[in-house]
């Protein structure tokens, strides 16, 4: 009862997504798969992209048998490769007419220090490169199939991120947990960027804090394992951290608000750094240039 008093925000929303098409990131667990679930539940088509398909199938296997929707489908992305994501959108997209709704859930936090197969720090290279090159790959499907949302996950641990532009790969310090944090900043500072420039297309953007949620992203700090532990009472479950995502993808009228920053299904504070369209402008330009994309798109 503490825990539900706690846990703010439920998603309230009736909306049916019959006809309608998703895909979910690291969709094989956590809060990734309770929002795949919901909407699985409400009719939708839905990808599971995950880095690990055998993981992803018993998933998906436990979300039909929830759902009774048999239009689940579990493709492999490993957001630690571009040749991985490329192939993904490839498939999807000679697969698909549509992409109504795409959740950028998956993340890792806290991991020693490690690079993707490009050569990218691990948690600016999966939780922001990754999700920025795949979004580039669907946009044009998205504009498309407008109205349509993009919902990226990002975390309250933002505010202690900083972009540095000159050592965004952490080659001259590392911290894991900053490193983590400052990724959480490049969700919110990529889905404001976007936001403005994908304004009048139809397509909208949102970043998100879940609230504090039991799940594996704990998996690489002992700490936090043992403070998620100790305080599970103040924890959400991932069904609960899973609310503010699909209220971003779902709630009626939400469109003005594109850019925004959510917790708890309301509009959250972000940080000073957060709010900066300069840094904002920059990340989105190197990033480009780290992933060898063009600047407009
Ligand atoms: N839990 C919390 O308290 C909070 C979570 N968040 C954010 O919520 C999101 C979901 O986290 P949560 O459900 O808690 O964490 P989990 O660790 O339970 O789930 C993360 C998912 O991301 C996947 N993933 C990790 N690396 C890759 C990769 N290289 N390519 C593709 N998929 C990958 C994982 O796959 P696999 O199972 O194969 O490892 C897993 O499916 C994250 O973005 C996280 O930062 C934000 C604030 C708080
Ligand atoms: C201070 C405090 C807590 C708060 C932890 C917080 C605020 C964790 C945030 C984690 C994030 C943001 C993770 C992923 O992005 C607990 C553990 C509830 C227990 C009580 C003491």
Known sequence: KIRKMLSNGVCTSNVQLPGKVAIVTGANTGIGKETAKDLAQRGARVYLACRDVDKGELAAREIQAATGNSQVFVRKL????????????????AEEKHLHLLINNAGVMMCPYSKTADGFEMHIGVNHLGHFLLTHLLLEKLKESAPSRIVNLSSLGHHLGRIHFHNLQGEK?????????????????????????????????????????????????????????????????????????????????????????????????????????????????????????????
């Open 78 to 93: 490993d957001l630690a490769d571009t040749k991985s994501i490329r192939a993904f959108a490839k498939d999807f997209l």
């Open 173 to 297: 310090f590392y911290s894991a947990s900053l490193a983590y944090c400052h990724s959480k900043l490049a969700n919110i500072l990529f889905t404001k960027e976007l936001a403005r420039r994908l304004k009048g297309s139809g397509v909208t953007t949102y970043s998100v804090h879940p609230g504090t949620v039991h799940s594996e992203l704990t998996r690489h700090s002992s700490i936090m394992r043992w403070l998620w532990q100790l305080f599970f009472i103040f924890i959400k479950t991932p069904q609960e951290g899973a609310q503010t995502s699909l209220y971003c993808a779902l709630t009626e009228g939400l469109e003005s608000l594109s850019g925004s920053h959510f917790s708890d299904c309301q509009l959250a504070w972000v940080s000073y750094q957060g709010r900066n369209e300069i840094i904002a402008r920059r990340l989105w330009n190197v990033s480009c240039d780290l992933l060898g994309l063009p600047v407009d798109w």
